[in-house]
């Protein structure tokens, strides 16, 4: 029997959990029996996915950014298979492909930026960032790398030297040398750290991705003057905020900045084929690439690979056409503005921040003191459990996905397709608003919960001690 795709999933569907306890990671399949999102999904369209009794969720979280124009678009589906059915040659390496230079003309275009007309193809953000890293070092000839605190380039050894969360870098030994952190908004810090001369680049998010932390208007324009004027090379990590997120093509604009270097990834893809992209100033790659035999001194086997040039070139079509980055500015000005008038009635808010939709809540201590001891009881269980317990109901009662904003943060950050619509948003303020409402009960089936997850949470601590 010739293999066949759709009788393996419908024989093997409701396997999933097992199947990743058993072979993949039992630890994240825990969690997710833990917080209530050990759904079966088996279909998707637009905002939403569908569970197999066949209820809908609506999608905030758009896998941390990858879904911008909506899950299975009909377009990309479409471009897809015919794409497929042209039998084409990919990957010969020993070519220069066609589709891999018609997506990097349209990036260089839509970018804009004099000067900035060369583009290296990778199959993920982290391998962007990585190149990016060579590329500052190579360009340059310094060893220092500069970022922010709470920041977040990737997992691979080399992005993660510049990952400002130290969840994710402890335990792997000494990472990447000659890398530093600076404090978000603290120029002073930043210059003298420049002055020394030997910093290869300061690399930024223009929204940082873990916390959804916006910069003060005046921080990142000055950071790029400090940078020209020390000969430090200054690199928008635009992976999460890039291709119309804040509500511009690229979070940078709204500074009216130019960077050196720009790495792009999750949306460009479509949500269909892995594709990152490391766009640089011309100088930059004749230094790297600076004589015939060092022609693949930076490379990527599965990098210009046709299926993701199609995706990329599909999904910038898409965007345009539906002026869908125009879309997500102006819906995501109403659900900022409809986020904070419930700061008025529920005191848990401390802050709505963000751009576009690209949306962090920040939670913080209430003043009335019932609701306060009910705050620290939280907290003393577990410094990240309040923003579970948000997102938690958001699930389970009213079919909202989300996810909290980083560990030990107070923060639920919303990252929704483009294509919802004012009846979305206003599902999730309304949704949102019962939620919290919820908190004022001290014997709610919410508290329950957070007793019980911060129980769970603690007895896995302690048997990761006992083994």
């Known amino acids: 029997m010739p293999f066949d795709i759709s009788s393996l999933i419908q024989q093997r569907s409701g396997e999933n959990l097992r199947l990743h306890a058993a072979y993949i990671n039992p630890q ?8 209530g999102f050990d759904k079966i999904f088996t279909s998707a369209e637009g905002p939403y996915l569908y569970d197999q009794e066949g209820n809908d969720y609506l999608d905030f979280l758009s896998g941390y950014g990858v879904f911008s124009i909506g899950r ?9 298979k015919d794409f497929v059915d042209l039998d084409t040659a990919s990957l010969i390496q020993m070519e220069a492909p066609l589709l891999s230079g018609l997506l990097a003309e349209k990036l260089v ?8 007309d060369k583009v290296f193809f990778t199959n993920s953000g982290t391998e962007a960032n990585e190149c990016a890293i060579k590329y500052a070092r190579a360009a ?3 060893p220092r790398i500069l970022f922010l605190e709470h920041a977040f380039h990737g997992l691979s050894t080399g992005s993660l030297s510049l990952n400002g969360n130290a969840e994710f870098r402890d335990g792997f030994g000494e990472l990447l040398p000659g890398c530093h952190s600076v404090k978000l908004n603290d120029l002073q810090e930043l210059e003298a750290q420049l002055k020394k001369k030997d910093v290869a680049a300061f690399f930024f998010e223009p929204i940082q991705g873990k916390g959804v932390y916006v910069p003060h208007d005046d921080y990142l324009p000055q950071a790029q003057e400090l940078c020209r004027k020390e000969g430090t090379l200054f690199v928008a990590d635009e992976i999460q905020t890039g291709l119309g997120r804040t509500g511009k093509w690229f979070g940078y604009e709204h500074w009216n900045l130019k960077p050196d270097i720009i790495t792009l990834a999750k949306a460009l893809s479509g949500g269909f084929v892995p594709v990152g992209a490391t766009l640089c100033q011309r100088w930059i790659y004749e230094k790297v690439f600076s004589r015939m035999d060092r022609c693949v001194v930076h490379s990527s086997t599965f990098g210009q690979n046709n299926l993701a040039m199609v995706m990329g070139l599909a999904t910038l079509a898409i965007i345009e056409e539906e002026n869908l980055v125009e879309k997500a500015g102006k819906l995501g000005e109403e ?9 008025s009635s529920h005191e848990w808010i401390k ?9 962090g809540i920040e939670f913080g201590k209430p003043q009335s003191f019932m609701d306060k001891m009910k705050w620290n009881l939280i907290h003393k269980m577990d410094k990240g459990l309040f923003g579970e317990l948000i997102v938690m109901p958001l699930m389970s009662q009213h079919r909202l996905i989300t996810q909290v904003s980083g560990h030990h943060q107070d923060v639920v950050k919303l990252l929704p397709p483009f294509v919802i619509d004012q009846t979305h948003t206003a599902k999730f303020i309304s949704a949102l608003d019962a939620v919290l409402q919820e908190c004022g009960q001290i014997s709610g089936p919410l508290w329950k919960m957070g007793i019980n997850l911060a129980k769970a949470s603690r007895d896995d601590k302690k048997q990761a001690v006992g083994q």
């Open 28 to 35: 994240f399949a825990k969690v997710l029996k833990t917080i």
């Open 72 to 80: 299975n678009h009909p377009v990309i589906k479409k471009t897809l």
């Open 109 to 116: 275009k839509r970018v804009g930026i004099e000067g900035m």
């Open 140 to 142: 340059t000839g310094r």
């Open 335 to 343: 659900l900022i503005s409809g986020l904070r008038k419930l700061m």
């Open 351 to 359: 802050e709505v921040r963000g751009k576009g939709l690209m949306i």
